[in-house]
């Protein structure tokens, strides 16, 4: 059976050198060598993420695209694509493929990365990452205090809208076609879920 990069899966990467799974942190991480890999730590563990594939690509651009464009307009913050370290706490540093701050937040926005918890976060899955997409980074986000999360699924044109709630999320449904997403974060947000999946 072939695999595609679209089914390369997320793995821990034991081989690294560092100072060891479950003690990685933001300086260790920046001080790797650049070998042109992409890497994530959830709680002090290291993880090797798979190139994304095209489809991936244009639903990330495309939600970037209708995010970034709305919330310019209506003044709401920044928008950011991957890639871009987002530092939840020293041991917890993720790439969410599009990730919302808003202007009360601004000084969350540093350099070269973001400070803390943005107040959105998009994670595209495919068969190989949706498994870490829903256990680790969710896990990693309700902790951190990410108001609002949405997991796309490119296969099944969906997109599921969770927001936390004492530390962990709740779902507030799945939803496709000419369904919009009834945000808490991005208010009066009308781009049909269709429109992502170009």
């Known amino acids: 059976m072939n695999t595609t990069p679209y089914d390369a899966m997320i793995t821990t990467a034991d081989t ?15 001080a790797m060598p ?6 994530q730590i959830v ?8 190139s994304p594939d095209t489809r991936h690509q244009d639903t990330v651009g495309a939600i970037f695209a209708y995010l970034r464009e709305y919330a310019l307009r209506n003044k709401l913050g920044k928008v950011y694509i991957a890639p871009l370290d987002v530092e939840l706490n020293p041991k917890t540093v993720v790439q969410p493929d599009v990730l919302l701050i808003l202007h009360a937040h601004l000084e969350r926005i540093a350099a070269k990365r973001i400070i803390g ?18 256990r680790q980074k969710q896990d990693a986000y309700a902790h951190a205090g990410v108001p609002e999360y949405w997991i796309v699924n490119p296969a099944s044109h969906t997109v599921e809208l969770l927001i936390v709630e004492n530390t962990a999320y709740r779902s507030l449904g799945i939803f496709q076609g000419q369904q919009t997403l009834p945000s808490t974060i991005v208010p009066g947000f ?4 269709e429109q992502f999946f170009v």
Do not use: I
């Open 43 to 50: 709680d002090g563990v290291l993880f090797m993420s798979p």
């Open 34 to 39: 650049d070998d042109e890999k992409r890497y």
């Open 16 to 30: 690294v050198q560092g100072p060891g799974q479950g003690n990685w942190t933001y300086n260790d991480y920046t």
């Open 117 to 134: 918890a943005p107040d959105l976060v998009v994670e595209v899955s495919s068969p190989g990452t949706t498994g870490f997409d829903r």
């Open 190 to 193: 009308s781009v049909p879920v």
